[in-house]
């Protein structure tokens, strides 16, 4: 009897620790219930595990023809030229005096790389590329960075599991940093 | 702005004295527009009428310096920090820094879609956001790109250039951790993932804690609106966290347990150290300050008393002193700060001071609440190299040459 007791002192304790985390108020009934749909049709945002990725799928070759069409013009003809951010190249670059920040050198999810160019690319034309045409752009710069073969398919499945050269280099804000103290 | 008075003899003066060489460039054209008599007199007629919505004097023409880029959509415009008094910027010229322009949202077809980890998965319009408590608080944002120019030298021609990317504004809305609340977070959840609805759908991880302690769904700026290229008519407001995070065109929050590592969080606004790792979700703007007069590019036109003022101010709290130097950083005196000093907001800060016509570097030094310090560029460097972009808060030097020229150094 008595260790059942301390058992359910021990679950109540549990769960008042993890009900009252993080918001304990009444709700005030504002709003108004979001559907399946609609949710989905708004989710763009593309975690690293990648959930959110839509049905599609495209490769390096079909990406080329689409970055020369859409993308050069900014970033270059092979994505190293400019004038707008560099996309290819840089691996090695980030000790050195001249630490050039791609896709290939320094970003840490391949997901990313889904997510931002079917939310904000083209600079001219956001949000007008089809979920195909974004796999086979990220197939086109993820191989140009020498992260995939030119014949690897993305799509749900294959994208979220790529890792990104640069992925282990990132680690949390550990400011303050600086040691700066009051003159004597 | 500055303030002007008019004392009994019908001079004109600058209230606090700092600009004198205006005071100068004032008589000039009194006596230049006079019909007869050495200053305008405008006390012979009616003035204007009243207007509805009022605009500064033609006089005054001190405005934002947007940066030169090749999208104009995509660029930054920085707050004249050196013609500004008290703590306060005017919404109209609030730093801006915009990844896909301004859109034009009429906030009656503006929807804020809270889902992901909640119980409910909600839509508010802006009138069922106005429905929750309401709160306001002054507040600093800045952009945490300010001062990146000046990583490996002195650069910036002016104030404006060197520190425009911070203002200050009274920012009316509700918490954040009310709206969290009325759908339910899942016990599982840890950031929220915010996207604007701008031509970038700017998105950026907020973590849950920060969320819930005293993140702001703000939809007024100064006691009216904001602006609309201050997130009209919804933006998250996370005060003392670099700028991007508090995402403008507000339009979507989604609960998760993991950030999103998205391209502003990733690509940008990270920050390269020099063994060729980076940190990540460095979002504290830690404290800074900067004298503001005198300041590069203005001239003190004669020796004598001149009052140094500046702001200071800390993403992680009050101000609790600003130190400031008049001779080559030997020694330091505390400066007045002006009240209210508030957390996380711009802190006014004032010295008077005899200037003896000599070549002499002036600078501040701003300690917070936590007992940090804010560094020098050399402090700053030997940590994290020269090749590093964000969050540049060192000890501003400005030199004042023989003949009263203000020179950043």
């Known amino acids: 009897m008595f260790e059942q007791g301390l058992a359910g002192l021990h679950a109540g304790i549990i769960f008042w620790c993890l009900s009252s985390t993080p918001v304990a108020a009444q709700p005030l009934g504002l709003g108004t219930s979001a559907s399946a749909d609609f949710v989905a049709q708004w989710d763009i945002a593309i975690g690293p595990r990648g959930e959110e990725l839509p049905p599609g799928q495209g490769s390096a070759a079909e990406g080329q023809r689409l970055y020369v069409q859409r993308c050069a013009m900014c970033h270059g003809i092979t994505g190293r030229e400019g004038p707008d951010p560099v996309l290819v190249g840089g691996q090695g670059s980030l000790t050195t005096q001249r630490p050039l920040l791609t896709i290939g050198s320094f970003w840490r999810y391949a997901t990313t790389l889904y997510d931002y160019i079917y939310r904000a690319m083209p600079f001219n034309a956001p949000g007008s590329l089809e979920p195909d045409e974004v796999y086979a752009l990220a197939a086109y710069l993820l191989n140009a960075n020498g992260v995939i073969d030119r014949t690897t398919v993305l799509d749900r499945e294959t994208l979220p599991a790529i890792v990104m050269p640069n992925r282990d280099q990132f680690y949390p804000d550990p400011r303050p940093d600086v040691g700066a103290q009051p003159g004597s | ?409």
């Not at chain 2, 230049?32 to 012979?44: F, I």
């Not at chain 2, 008290?86 to 010229?93: E, H, V």
């Open chain 2, 1 to 409: 702005m500055v303030s002007w008075v008019v004392d009994e003899s019908g001079l004109a003066m600058n209230q606090r004295r700092k600009f004198l060489h205006r005071l100068r460039n004032l008589l000039t054209v009194g006596f230049a527009a006079g019909t007869g008599s050495a200053l305008a007199d405008t006390t012979k007629s009616q003035g204007a009428p009243l207007r509805e919505y009022g605009s500064r004097s033609r006089f005054e023409t001190i405005k934002r310096w947007i940066t030169p880029a090749r999208w104009p959509t995509s660029t930054a415009s920085w707050t004249p920090l050196g013609e500004l008094e008290g703590i306060i910027t005017p919404s109209a010229l609030h730093y801006e820094r915009h990844h896909g322009g301004v859109p034009d949202i009429d906030p009656a077809s503006h929807r804020l879609l809270v889902h992901g980890l909640v119980e409910r998965e909600l839509l508010f319009s802006m009138a069922d956001l106005k429905r929750f408590p309401s709160m306001h608080r002054i507040c600093f944002l800045e952009c945490s790109g300010n001062g990146y120019p000046e990583w490996q030298k002195a650069v910036g021609a002016n104030v404006q250039q060197t520190h425009g990317l911070t203002s200050c504004s009274d920012w009316a809305g509700v918490t954040l951790k009310d709206v969290l609340n009325e759908a339910g977070v899942l016990s599982e959840a840890s950031w929220v993932v915010a996207e604007g609805a701008d031509g970038a759908a700017m998105t950026r991880s907020v973590p849950l804690e920060k969320c819930l302690q005293d993140v702001i769904l703000a939809y007024g700026q100064n006691g009216e609106a904001l602006r609309p290229e201050q997130g009209y008519p919804l933006r998250l407001l996370v005060p003392g966290f670099e700028g991007s995070i508090s995402v403008k065109w507000l339009r979507r929050l989604k609960v998760t347990d993991t950030p999103y590592y998205t391209r502003e969080e990733t690509s940008k606004y990270t920050d390269l150290m020099p063994d060729g790792r980076a940190r990540e979700f460095s979002f504290v703007m830690e404290a800074k300050s900067v004298i503001t007069a005198p300041s590069a590019g203005q001239v003190l036109y004669q020796p004598g008393f001149h009052e140094i003022s500046g702001i200071a101010w800390s993403g992680r709290g009050r101000v609790k002193r600003v130190e400031v130097s008049v001779d080559n950083g030997e020694s330091w005196r505390e400066a007045r700060l002006h009240g209210p000093v508030l957390p996380i907001c711009h802190t006014r800060f004032t010295l008077p001071w005899e200037w003896d016509g000599s070549e002499v570097t002036i600078a501040s030094r701003c300690h917070d609440e936590t007992g940090y310090v804010q560094p020098t560029r050399t402090a700053l460097q030997a940590v994290r190299g020269k090749h590093s972009f964000y969050h540049f808060n060192a000890i501003q030097n400005w030199r004042i040459d023989s003949q009263g020229r203000v020179h950043n150094v």
